[in-house]
């Protein structure tokens, strides 16, 4: 399956429950769901361009600081499956872009994927899935929660 690449510029609405976190600096997903999820992140990294990195599991009512340290970007980008399937974008929300997922602990970089501005992980023997943007509105740490 061949998507489109996300271009640098791209500005989607942010899915989900989006609150400012105030706790250690970073970027922490929140699981406010009844089941346990699994999580993975897509964001820019310098020279390797868009990255994807999963799984982390998170209990319910339980949260996992994803990345430490300083945000230094606006936008990340979000997947999360669960017991009952993908979280998906609700009334308003729009989701991100494409990244590539692997069935066990991964880090993908989109370039290894991607021909002539678009992506095709399926060709590398990965999965390609559509990912939700969340707009830290350039907070140095951001909590996401992730609600059923």
Do not use: P
């Not at 009952?84 to 009334?91: H, L």
């Not at 880090?107 to 095709?120: A, L, S, V």
């Amino acid at each position: 399956m061949i998507k489109r690449v996300l271009s640098g510029g791209a500005v989607l609405a942010a899915g989900l429950l989006l609150t400012a976190g105030n706790a250690v600096a970073g970027f922490k997903v929140c699981n406010r769901s009844d089941q346990k999820i699994s999580v993975a992140i897509g964001y820019k990294s310098g020279d390797y361009g868009w990255t994807s990195e999963g799984w982390w599991q998170i209990e319910s009512d339980e949260c996992h600081n994803i990345i430490t340290g300083k945000l230094n970007q606006r936008y990340y980008y979000v997947y999360a499956t669960g017991g009952d399937g993908v979280w998906q974008a609700r009334k308003g929300e729009q989701k991100g872009g494409y990244f590539c997922i692997g069935k066990a602990k991964f880090t993908f970089h989109n370039r290894e994927y991607e021909t002539k501005g678009e992506i095709d992980c399926e060709s590398g023997g990965q999965i390609s899935k559509q990912f939700l943007e969340v707009d830290t509105e350039d907070a140095d740490n951001f909590t996401y929660n992730l609600k059923d």
